[in-house]
């Protein structure tokens, strides 16, 4: 498998080009994440790129343990004055191999990140993008095998059989899922989206 961090760097410099294009109305879009605009989802893989083991322990303090209170700190502390100013962070953080703690996050949590959140700012405003398998299936795996209670789809795929239509991967126990990596990934991280992109017996329990 190639290097995570290839795949992660590669992911966050492809993003970054994709919303060079973009005009100031388009960075003010809704994304796929609740409450937050195109702009907002660039700052928080900002705030991501920047984490560090010791910056996790920081902003818990600040935010008084309050896990959704100190990411949204991390989206005003990096959301640019500007959509030019949170790009260009969003470029010097590019090339960065820190995060929180492995133990709590492991590296493969980071293909989550890149591949999930460049699809909450690109769908919204149609913008296609071919991920490198390797970063969709790292991302998909990583997604399959951790708890919903730390942002995972394990309890999700208990249910049933994800098949994966363009890669050789297929991923749990139950009434078979068959669609894209990418959208089977997006589904198990909440974003509904996708589900259009899938079909199959068991389509049924995940929409339940």
């Known amino acids: 498998m190639t290097d995570v961090w290839d795949l992660v760097h590669a992911e ?4 970054a080009d994709d ?6 109305e388009q960075w003010r879009t809704a994304s796929l994440c609740d409450g ?4 907002d989802v660039a ?3 900002v705030a991501n790129a920047l984490a560090t083991p010791f910056g996790l322990v920081r902003g818990m303090v600040r935010a008084r343990g309050d896990f959704e209170r100190m990411t949204q700190e991390g989206v005003d502390r990096h959301r640019g004055a500007t959509p030019r100013e949170t790009l260009r962070s969003l470029r010097e953080v590019a090339g960065r191999r820190t995060g929180p703690p492995t ?5 493969e949590s980071r293909l989550v990140e890149e591949v999930v959140h ?29 708890p919903a209670a730390v942002g995972g789809g394990r309890e999700t795929v208990a249910r049933v059989t994800l098949r994966a239509t363009d890669l050789d991967l ?3 126990d139950g009434p078979e899922v068959r669609g894209p990596a990418l959208a089977l990934l997006l589904v198990i991280a909440g974003r509904d989206v996708a589900m259009a992109d899938l079909d199959g017996p068991g389509v049924g329990l995940l929409e339940a």
């Not at 919303?19 to 100031?24: I, K």
């Not at 133990?103 to 590296?107: C, G, I």
């Not at 909450?120 to 991302?139: F, M, N, Q, S, T």
């Open 12 to 15: 966050r410099r492809a993003l």
């Open 19 to 24: 919303l060079e294009q973009l005009t100031d």
């Open 36 to 39: 937050w605009s195109v702009h």
């Open 43 to 45: 700052a928080h893989l």
């Open 103 to 107: 133990r709590l996050a492991p590296l």
């Open 118 to 146: 460049g699809e909450d700012i690109r769908r919204p405003l149609g913008i296609g993008h071919d991920y490198a398998p390797e970063a969709v299936e790292g991302a998909l795996r990583y997604q399959a095998r951790t």
């Open 170 to 172: 297929t991923l749990g």
